[in-house]
């Protein structure tokens, strides 16, 4: 029973303990539950915490797996928080940072300490806070702390660099920048303070400006600093004079300010100082350039003023500009053995008592002042008192000396003046020598060109008088391309008066010739231009010469040809002062050149055409001949004679052609008659018109003709050729028209043609045709040279027209512009001569029985001469030379009644054979016989009394008359 209530007992004393400690548990896990609440409360303030800020925050363990990272962590690492967890840094970084990161995370649990390092990431910088986490003492990871410096990390370098520049500006600024504190002692200088004391930074820093300045310039630096320390004064801008410790004395402005704590109290003093002295001695130097530049504008205005005059205000201005009170001029000889005085200024006039002043002083009598010619430089004197070997004294009564200066000016190597002042207040330095050096050389340069004017004045007046009466029309400019001369000749070429032109420039010489301001010829001599060169039909320089020739067309005259020569001029020392340029009229020259060429081109031509007719005209003879004697012998009726009468035609057709080239060659006048022309223009202008009716021919005669000597048939041919001429110019019809004039030509008119003056015959025969431009007329009388098509023309009818007209003594022109026409003028020479009027004889064969010796070198035309003669019923006897017909007329004279003679032959000619013959009998009757026509040479003879002359080819019909001619004579 006692153990069961015992055991009851205890079983209730265990139930209540039971009871309890369920209470007890019950109380715990509500505590564990507060517990858990309140740290996971602490835990999201705490994550809270860790996540509101910037910086990341991470937790390791210690295999350096990444346990804990806030969000900003994450966002570095651009994934969840919960991806990172485990991993390490080298699974989320590049592996330069993560071997930086384990590195200072190693630190961190090696060392159990705090580890800073900043590490760049990229392009920005990190500073990081690592350190060891322990627990119960043991460190169990590593936590950190991360933050974002990079704008931190810029604005640090920013600051740094800006406080380097600040350090290089102000060292580099060009001024004195300095700080002193209120015992007046440098607390900062920069580099500049540091070159003016010639010390280092250190070696100035807390010392005053007693170790610096003179006692002088201490006290002004110290008042301006009081105002400044003592009373807070700002110092804006001051200039002062200062003197350095070595009594160098230099000009600076100032600036001053005071420096102040937070509270205002001022603790010092900042100041800014520029040296100024150089400044300040531009300035002076510039004023008195000013000075000097205002005295010799005011020279080069005294353009009347005489040369003593400019002499006398020139010094006076260089003892004004040097500030002194006296001063002299003075110029040298060749050999600057002597200085004569040109001006004394007027002080030392008005002060000197020496009555008689001498002028000239040679150089080895000058003392102190004849220096600067012998050193041949500038020499100050500021102490005149002092001793010097040099002085010699000055007289009595002269002023009295204390400063002097003189300096001597140069031209090239040679001293031309000496400029000497005195008296100055204060000392002379160099920069007095300067300024009276330069204004002395600019003087010296205005006397030169003072001087050179006088004698350019002068030389222009002898080169005016020499130029007004060259015969060549002449102008001279100067250097400036200012007309100094125009003469009368120029006056009557260009119509401009001298007095219009005199003093122009510009090239306004050119108006007169050109109409325009444009270069000449004459300024190729300073300055070559090709353009201009191009202007002229020819150019040529040599040295100072240039030689031109071209078409001028002037403004006030009609256009001319003119040559042109242009020239330097030089005066006596070789220097050039000008040019010149003469012109001559060579319009006649060059025409008569031009037609000189012509007669020469045309001779030649003709030379050639003429021999060519000769040997032809003596082919056709043997034809002719033949011919003629078929006709002769064979009957009418027969089937030949119409074949033998179509060659003979041909060979007349053949004759007419050599006919025109003989014209052509002038050596074609066969039968030369008194003529008057205006029944051969109306005999062969009506024939014309005949035959073109759709052309208008008017006629405009002169009454009462003069009367030419012309071969008429030729005449005919030139009046048809160029009546053929005219029509072809004006295919749908036209007008021409044809007028005679008597007319007494000027030898100034006839010599540009080439023939003698007096009475001629003028024709013109003109049409209203095409025209022709200035190429086709020049060309117009070239043989062979044609405007029509191939086949259309020979090019030989103008040339023939040329000929023949040349051939009668005269000459023709021609007159023509597109779309105005064309007209020929023909002028002949007048004859006193009566006209004689055509008498047609009867084409009827002559016979006879006389005897003929026939002298030619070709055997055809000897043959067939033969012949004939025969046929007629003569006795014939043949030579083939001259000699050989001299020596059969010498055994056969008695018998023979008549020579036929050709006129060319080798050996011995025609002309010299007739000699010789009528040598053996004076009334022996000789007719000639020629290729060529009646002219030349053959004319000659029959003026030597030949009886007769036959053109080859001829018939045997002409032949017998001819003959007949001769022997009835």
């Known amino acids: 029973m006692s153990n069961s209530l015992r055991t009851n007992q205890e079983l209730l004393q265990e139930n209540s303990a039971l009871k309890q400690k369920i209470r007890e548990l019950e109380q715990s896990a509500a505590l564990q539950k507060q517990v858990e609440e309140e740290l996971r409360y602490s835990w999201q303030q705490l994550r809270l915490l860790i996540d509101a800020g910037p910086d990341f925050f991470f937790l390791k363990d210690l295999q350096f797996r990444y346990q804990l990272v806030n969000s900003a962590n994450a966002r570095f690492f651009g994934c969840d928080e919960t991806a990172i967890l485990g991993l390490t840094d080298f699974e989320l970084m590049p592996e330069e940072a993560a071997l930086a990161c384990r590195e200072s995370d190693e630190q961190a649990i090696r060392d159990r300490a705090l580890v800073i390092t900043i590490e760049p990431v990229g392009d920005r910088f990190y500073e990081t806070h690592k350190f060891p986490l322990l627990v119960d003492g043991e460190v169990v990871g590593v936590a950190g702390i991360v933050r974002?410096?990079?704008?931190?990390?810029?604005?640090?370098?920013?600051?740094?660099?800006?406080?380097?520049?600040?350090?290089?500006?102000?060292?580099?600024?060009?001024?004195?920048?300095f700080l002193k504190d209120k015992q007046h002692r440098y607390t900062y200088v920069n580099n500049n303070v540091c070159e003016l004391f010639g010390m280092k930074v250190d070696e100035i820093i807390g010392k005053d400006d007693?170790?610096?300045?003179?006692?002088?310039?201490?006290?002004?630096?110290?008042?301006?600093?009081?105002?400044?320390?003592?009373?807070?004064?700002?110092?804006?801008?001051?200039?002062?004079?200062?003197?350095?410790?070595?009594?160098?004395?230099?000009?600076?402005?100032?600036?001053?300010?005071?420096?102040?704590?937070?509270?205002?109290?001022?603790?010092?003093?900042c100041g800014i100082s520029t040296d100024i002295t150089e400044l300040k001695r531009a300035g002076e130097a510039m004023k008195l350039n000013a000075e000097r530049t205002e005295i010799l504008l005011q020279l080069n205005q005294m353009s009347m003023a005489s040369l003593q005059e400019i002499m006398d205000f020139a010094l006076e201005k260089a003892v004004q500009m040097t500030r002194s009170t006296i001063g002299y001029l003075a110029f040298t000889n060749e050999d600057e053995s002597v200085l004569t005085i040109h001006s004394w200024s007027r002080t030392a006039m008005r002060e000197c008592a020496i009555s008689q002043k001498p002028v000239h002083f040679p150089m080895v009598s000058t003392g102190l002042w004849g220096e600067a010619v012998r050193q041949r430089k500038p020499i100050i004197t500021n102490d005149y008192s002092l001793p010097d070997p040099c002085k010699k004294g000055y007289p009595e009564g002269h002023v009295p000396i204390f400063r002097h200066m003189n300096i001597p000016v140069f031209s090239e190597s040679h001293i031309v003046l000496v400029a000497g002042v005195g008296n100055k207040a204060d000392d002379y330095n160099e920069t007095d020598v300067q300024q009276l050096t330069l204004l002395m050389e600019g003087i010296w340069r205005i006397i030169e060109r003072k001087k050179a004017e006088e004698e350019l004045k002068s030389s222009q007046s002898r080169l005016a008088s020499i130029i007004e009466f060259l015969p060549d029309a002449t102008f001279a400019i100067d250097l400036e391309g200012k007309v100094i001369s125009w003469n009368r000749a120029l006056e009557e070429l260009t119509g401009y008066a001298g007095k219009e032109m005199l003093g122009r420039g510009n090239y306004e010489y050119a108006i007169p010739f050109y109409g325009e301001r444009r270069p000449l010829f004459v300024d190729l001599l300073l300055s070559w231009d090709d353009e201009i060169a191009r202007k002229y039909s020819f150019i040529k320089k040599e040295g100072d010469t240039v030689y031109a020739e071209g078409e001028v067309p002037f403004v006030r005259r009609p256009s001319r040809m003119m040559w042109?020569?242009?020239?330097?001029?030089?005066?006596?020392?070789?220097?050039?002062?000008?040019?010149?340029?003469?012109?001559?009229?060579?319009?006649?020259?060059?025409?008569?050149?031009?037609?000189?060429?012509?007669?020469?081109?045309?001779?030649?031509?003709?030379?050639?055409?003429?021999?060519?007719?000769?040997?032809?005209?003596?082919?056709?003879?043997?034809i002719e001949g033949y011919v003629s004697l078929m006709l002769q012998e064979i009957d009418p009726y027969h089937p030949h004679h119409e074949r033998l009468k179509y060659i003979e035609e041909q060979v007349h057709s053949a004759s007419d052609l050599t006919r025109q080239l003989l014209g052509f060659a002038r050596v074609g006048r066969y039968e030369i008659q008194p003529t008057d022309l205006n029944q051969l223009i109306r005999k062969s202008s009506s024939m014309f018109s005949r035959t073109k009716k759709e052309l208008t021919i008017t006629r405009k005669y002169e009454k009462n003709l003069w009367t030419v000597e012309v071969d008429r048939g030729q005449i005919e041919q030139v009046l048809l050729n160029l009546y053929v001429n005219a029509w072809h110019a004006m295919p749908a019809g036209g007008k021409i028209s044809l007028e005679t004039k008597n007319l007494t030509l000027e030898e100034s008119f006839t010599t540009l043609h080439a023939v003698p003056p007096g009475k001629y015959v003028m024709v013109r025969v003109s049409d209203t045709g095409t025209g022709m431009n200035e190429e086709t007329r020049e060309r117009i009388f070239d043989p062979f040279f044609t405007t029509k098509k191939m086949g259309r023309g020979t090019g030989l009818?103008?040339?023939?027209?040329?000929?023949?007209?040349?051939?009668?003594?005269g000459f023709i022109s021609v007159e023509s512009e597109p779309g105005r026409g064309t007209a020929f003028t023909i002028y002949l020479p007048a004859s006193e001569k009566e006209v004689l009027q055509e008498k047609t004889t009867e084409a009827e064969t002559l016979r006879g029985t006389e005897t003929i010796l026939i002298v030619d070198d070709e055997p055809t035309i000897l043959a067939v001469s033969k012949a004939m003669l025969e046929f007629l019923g003569y006795t014939v006897h043949e030579a083939t030379s001259g000699p050989e017909a001299i020596a059969l007329y010498r055994e056969k004279k008695g018998d023979i009644d008549l020579v036929i003679l050709d006129m060319i032959m080798p050996e011995l000619s025609g002309g010299e054979t007739f000699d010789r013959i009528r040598g053996l009998n004076p009334s022996a009757k000789v007719m000639l016989s020629s290729g060529y026509s009646l002219d030349g040479q053959a004319q000659q003879i029959m003026n030597r009394g030949c009886r007769g002359f036959i053109q080859k080819p001829f018939n045997i019909d002409s032949l017998s008359r001819k003959v007949r001619e001769v022997l009835g004579k």
């Open 148 to 177: 974002d410096i990079t704008g931190h990390r810029q604005a640090e370098e920013a600051l740094r660099k800006s406080e380097e520049l600040q350090a290089t500006i102000l060292n580099h600024v060009g001024a004195h920048i």
């Open 210 to 269: 007693t170790n610096f300045f003179s006692a002088a310039s201490i006290e002004e630096i110290r008042k301006s600093d009081r105002r400044v320390i003592e009373y807070g004064e700002t110092i804006t801008r001051e200039e002062i004079d200062l003197t350095s410790a070595d009594k160098v004395p230099h000009s600076y402005w100032v600036v001053k300010m005071p420096l102040k704590d937070s509270n205002g109290t001022i603790y010092g003093l």
């Open 564 to 622: 042109g020569k242009a020239s330097l001029l030089r005066n006596e020392r070789g220097e050039v002062i000008g040019a010149i340029e003469t012109m001559r009229d060579v319009t006649d020259r060059k025409f008569l050149e031009s037609q000189l060429f012509q007669a020469q081109k045309m001779e030649a031509i003709g030379t050639l055409a003429g021999g060519v007719a000769h040997d032809f005209n003596n082919i056709l003879m043997g």
């Open 797 to 809: 009818g103008l040339a023939i027209v040329y000929g023949i007209i040349r051939g009668h003594g």
